[in-house]
């Protein structure tokens, strides 16, 4: 039995200016600005608590069964109203290898069966997530006018109305597993299966205008689901002076909302989370191509006004003939289904080599940081992929550029695959043509290093003498077109930046 109690003290102070006028490094203070003086600084301050009860209990009998119990009391200060959370586990396993029936096998060094079920808790969510709290200053947020020249007062007011109720967030897990080992370890691995339940999960969720609410508010909304199969597999081995090891792992995994409290979905930024679909689901129109003529638009979209050839061209899901917010559908998947490692290492008389590759696969990425790259210019300079921009005249411009001795198929690209940037208002509405494949496999670390022979460093006394060389992230294989397809599990790339490719060299020193 044992238990643990933190506590984290917030303060932080701001203030600002500009233009020291002798900026030595003993004057580097605010009150020496002398330009862009902020005279009211800021302050604030936060505290957050917490207290953990655990309790564990083990029993093993003849080293082939063995029980473990596990439970713990959580308390955050976090959730005002419902501060406890109670948080049971066990597992139990099979050591089957000393089985008698088993124990004399030559080429089996383990095999073990594995069962366990437990609850644990997260409380990662803002401070204030559930405590309703004021601001006051003499910004525009707060402040009031009053007296004949509307001169802004200090005022207070509530910027996010809160949902009180709030409470840990509990992730369940059922797993079944098995671990082997064959050959005096030449070659073992374990395998498992598992569903993890994450209940009351705690998401942001935006509430109407007219709550008064200016941010999103954390509720426990619902309930998400994650199940899958994880292998792992490593192989070592010497030959004469060669070591080597050869690790891999694989997982496949499904996402799924299995419920959400009220029934109601959860709309987002380019994504929609609902009952029975992954977390942060992509969504948004699906994408059929650009419209070659002006007749084409007004056949498929009869309803709708300012649609032209070059637009893009959209599923109308419901054939109602208008593009609203029925037409969108599910167009990504941000969850991989697909995880997987590979190790290898590495020595032969003193040169050792370590390389680690990883990568996913099944998932798909909103690249909307190519709105902009192919858009009108205005937001961002234009991506090179913009000659590829449809470009069609009427056949009235046609007749024109033939007046004047142009020919009109030089100049045009109805084969282009970027609609036409200055035309309708929904060729930049969310769709599946900014949706591309998360795919990638990367070496993610390779080190390689040359370890002296000791009979030359024990004579200038030093134990052991290494030299290394090592590169991260030196090549990803993708055909993601954004700067890194590592986007995390939003799913959504607002131009994310690019892990960098980093070279180190160094020693090991021992003495």
């Given at each position: 039995?044992?238990?643990?109690?933190?506590?984290?003290?917030?303060?932080?102070?701001?203030?600002?200016?500009?233009?020291?006028?002798?900026?030595?490094?003993?004057?580097?203070?605010?009150?020496?600005?002398?330009?862009?003086?902020?005279?009211?600084?800021?302050?604030?301050?936060?505290?957050?608590?917490?207290?953990?009860?655990?309790?564990?209990?083990?029993?093993?009998?003849?080293?082939?069964?063995?029980?473990?119990?596990?439970?713990?009391?959580?308390?955050?200060?976090?959730?005002?109203?419902?501060?406890?959370?109670?948080?049971?586990?066990?597992?139990?396993?099979?050591?089957?290898?000393?089985?008698?029936?088993?124990?004399?096998?030559?080429?089996?060094?383990?095999?073990?069966?594995?069962?366990?079920?437990?609850?644990?808790?997260?409380?990662?969510?803002?401070?204030?997530?559930?405590?309703?709290?004021?601001?006051?200053?003499?910004?525009?947020?707060?402040?009031?006018?009053?007296?004949?020249?509307?001169?802004?007062?200090?005022?207070?007011?509530?910027?996010?109305?809160?949902?009180?109720?709030?409470?840990?967030?509990?992730?369940e897990q059922w797993n079944v597993g098995i671990d082997f080992g064959f050959w005096n370890g030449m070659l073992s691995g374990n395998i498992d299966g598992f569903i993890r339940d994450t209940k009351d999960a705690l998401l942001y969720v935006n509430s109407p205008a007219y709550a008064g609410s200016q941010f999103p508010i954390t509720k426990n909304v619902g309930n998400l689901r994650n199940m899958g199969i994880e292998i792992a597999l490593d192989h070592h081995h010497k030959v004469n002076k060669f070591n080597y090891s050869i690790g891999g792992n694989i997982s496949f995994i499904k996402n799924e909302v299995t419920a959400l409290n009220g029934g109601s979905s959860?709309?987002?930024?380019?994504?929609?989370?609902?009952?029975?679909?992954?977390?942060?689901?992509?969504?948004?129109?699906?994408?059929?191509?650009?419209?070659q003529s002006d007749e084409e638009a007004v056949a498929a979209f009869p309803n709708a006004t300012g649609l032209h050839a070059g637009d893009a061209k959209y599923e109308d899901l419901n054939g109602d003939g208008k593009l609203d917010e029925n037409d969108k559908q599910k167009i990504g998947n941000p969850f991989p289904w697909l995880t997987y490692g590979l190790n290898f290492t590495a020595d032969f008389y003193g040169v050792d080599i370590q390389i680690f590759f990883q990568g996913v696969y099944g998932n798909q990425i909103y690249n909307a940081m190519r709105e902009r790259l192919e858009g009108t210019g205005e937001a961002a300079t234009l991506?090179?992929?913009?000659?590829?921009?449809?470009?069609?005249?009427?056949?009235?411009?046609r007749m024109s550029l033939l007046e004047q001795g142009v020919d009109y198929r030089q100049l045009e690209n109805r084969n282009g695959t970027i609609p036409n940037p200055n035309g309708a208002s929904t060729n930049f509405s969310d769709n599946s043509r900014f949706v591309e494949s998360g795919a990638y496999f990367r070496l993610k670390n390779i080190q390689i290093g040359y370890t002296l022979p000791k009979n030359i460093t024990q004579k200038a006394y030093i134990?052991?003498?290494?030299?290394?060389?090592s590169a991260s992230n030196l090549f990803t294989i993708t055909k993601y077109s954004?700067?890194?397809?590592?986007?995390?599990?939003?799913?959504v790339d607002y131009g994310n930046y690019p892990q960098s490719r980093t070279f180190t060299f160094g020693l090991n020193l021992n003495f």
């Amino acid at each position: 039995f044992r238990s643990t109690i933190e506590q984290y003290n917030y303060y932080s102070l701001s203030a600002s200016g500009s233009s020291i006028t002798n900026p030595v490094e003993t004057n580097w203070y605010v009150n020496n600005a002398t330009e862009d003086l902020n005279a009211n600084g800021s302050d604030g301050v936060s505290r957050v608590r917490r207290a953990s009860f655990i309790a564990r209990g083990f029993y093993n009998y003849a080293d082939r069964y063995m029980i473990t119990a596990t439970f713990r009391a959580d308390g955050s200060s976090k959730f005002p109203k419902k501060t406890w959370g109670f948080f049971p586990s066990v597992a139990l396993a099979w050591r089957m290898s000393e089985e008698t029936w088993l124990k004399d096998v030559d080429w089996l060094d383990q095999l073990k069966l594995r069962a366990g079920w437990g609850r644990v808790g997260n409380d990662d969510v803002g401070n204030n997530a559930f405590t309703l709290t004021m601001g006051s200053s003499n910004s525009w947020f707060y402040a009031y006018p009053f007296g004949k020249n509307q001169e802004l007062q200090a005022g207070a007011a509530v910027l996010q109305y809160v949902n009180e109720d709030g409470k840990w967030e509990t992730n369940e897990q059922w797993n079944v597993g098995i671990d082997f080992g064959f050959w005096n370890g030449m070659l073992s691995g374990n395998i498992d299966g598992f569903i993890r339940d994450t209940k009351d999960a705690l998401l942001y969720v935006n509430s109407p205008a007219y709550a008064g609410s200016q941010f999103p508010i954390t509720k426990n909304v619902g309930n998400l689901r994650n199940m899958g199969i994880e292998i792992a597999l490593d192989h070592h081995h010497k030959v004469n002076k060669f070591n080597y090891s050869i690790g891999g792992n694989i997982s496949f995994i499904k996402n799924e909302v299995t419920a959400l409290n009220g029934g109601s979905s959860l709309p987002g930024d380019r994504t929609m989370t609902d009952e029975g679909m992954a977390l942060n689901t992509l969504w948004g129109y699906k994408y059929l191509g650009i419209y070659q003529s002006d007749e084409e638009a007004v056949a498929a979209f009869p309803n709708a006004t300012g649609l032209h050839a070059g637009d893009a061209k959209y599923e109308d899901l419901n054939g109602d003939g208008k593009l609203d917010e029925n037409d969108k559908q599910k167009i990504g998947n941000p969850f991989p289904w697909l995880t997987y490692g590979l190790n290898f290492t590495a020595d032969f008389y003193g040169v050792d080599i370590q390389i680690f590759f990883q990568g996913v696969y099944g998932n798909q990425i909103y690249n909307a940081m190519r709105e902009r790259l192919e858009g009108t210019g205005e937001a961002a300079t234009l991506s090179s992929k913009m000659k590829d921009v449809w470009i069609g005249y009427s056949d009235n411009v046609r007749m024109s550029l033939l007046e004047q001795g142009v020919d009109y198929r030089q100049l045009e690209n109805r084969n282009g695959t970027i609609p036409n940037p200055n035309g309708a208002s929904t060729n930049f509405s969310d769709n599946s043509r900014f949706v591309e494949s998360g795919a990638y496999f990367r070496l993610k670390n390779i080190q390689i290093g040359y370890t002296l022979p000791k009979n030359i460093t024990q004579k200038a006394y030093i134990e052991r003498l290494r030299f290394y060389v090592s590169a991260s992230n030196l090549f990803t294989i993708t055909k993601y077109s954004g700067y890194d397809p590592e986007v995390g599990t939003g799913g959504v790339d607002y131009g994310n930046y690019p892990q960098s490719r980093t070279f180190t060299f160094g020693l090991n020193l021992n003495f």
